[in-house]
């Protein structure tokens, strides 16, 4: 299972995000679970698809830091910021090398006014968008910055430092061996893991429409999968909603004829 984190922060950027510092609220309910699993292959309409890939390095401005278990030294906005290696799970490193965060998973987020802010289920955050793990700089005003790049800061200069947990590191590798553009993320109690899932919206990848249920996510609820595609070439917050995908789920046979194609 994936870092809750990972589609709230995609679901939370796409509604805007709320604001950094507003007041802290709980997290709703969880509605009761009132879907039933997909026991024959069947149409179902009104799906949310979202794209998660490992986030390349080249889209982040921070300073080269070293880091506990990586080689070298790397952006320290793409270790531990917003939509970096330690939110998504794994990262393209500058050097071409996938790497990805190994914990602890524990360690909380802020917002942009260093104010602890929490996941919940639905896709939202307790206090606003998350900003940074929950260490690092701060400036005089208590709020996240960091050191650039080019030099100078984020958010103007640092007036304190707050360590990160001792145990924090991260390691080369991918996190998992799923294939680009073949595997998607789904809730298990409506969609059986090892379903095969036709997406016509994706005709024209190089899925050729069809993929695997092999993974699941902390906010993949009922009618919600999740593409794991290869990195773009710039940082993307993709969602498709509405869609029409039809599932095959694990053990049924149709015949060919009888399956959706990127042709029909």
């Known amino acids: 299972m994936r870092l809750v984190a990972v589609i709230a922060s995609i679901l939370a950027a796409l509604a805007g995000g709320p604001a950094a510092g507003r007041a802290e609220r709980p997290c709703p309910p969880r509605p009761p679970t009132t879907t039933h699993p997909v026991v024959a292959p069947r149409w179902l ?3 949310i698809v979202t794209e998660y890939y490992p986030v390349r390095e ?3 401005s921070g300073k080269r830091v070293r880091v506990p278990g990586l080689p070298g030294t790397h952006r320290v906005d793409w270790l531990y910021g917003p939509h970096g290696v330690a939110m998504n799970g794994e990262g393209l490193a500058a050097d071409g090398r996938f790497d990805h965060f190994a914990g602890p998973y524990g360690t909380g987020w802020v917002n942009a006014d260093g ?4 996941p919940c289920w639905n896709g939202v955050w307790t206090n606003g968008s998350p900003a940074w793990l929950d260490f690092g700089w701060r400036n005089g005003r208590g709020q996240v910055t960091f ?5 100078g800061w984020s958010n103007g200069a640092a007036a304190r430092y707050l360590a990160p947990p001792p145990q924090l590191r991260f390691a080369a590798g ?3 061996p799923l294939p680009f553009w073949h595997t998607v993320a789904v809730d298990p109690e409506l969609i059986p893991l090892g379903s095969r899932v036709f997406i016509p919206a994706y005709c024209d990848t ?3 429409g069809w993929f695997r249920a092999l993974d ?6 009922a009618l919600h999968v999740d593409v794991y595609r290869a ?3 710039t940082l993307e917050l993709h969602a498709l909603r509405g869609q029409r995908i039809y599932v095959v789920p694990a053990g049924a046979s149709p015949s060919r004829r009888a399956l959706p194609s990127c042709r029909s």
Do not use: Y
């Not at 104010?115 to 929490?118: A, D, E, I």
């Not at 699941?216 to 609820?221: E, S, V, Y």
């Open 45 to 47: 309409s009104g799906a």
């Open 58 to 60: 080249a889209w982040f």
């Open 115 to 118: 104010r602890p802010t929490l």
């Open 147 to 151: 050191p650039l790049a080019a030099g």
């Open 174 to 176: 991918r996190t998992r």
């Open 206 to 208: 190089p899925a050729k």
């Open 216 to 221: 699941t996510g902390g906010a993949i609820i």
């Open 231 to 233: 990195p773009p070439q």
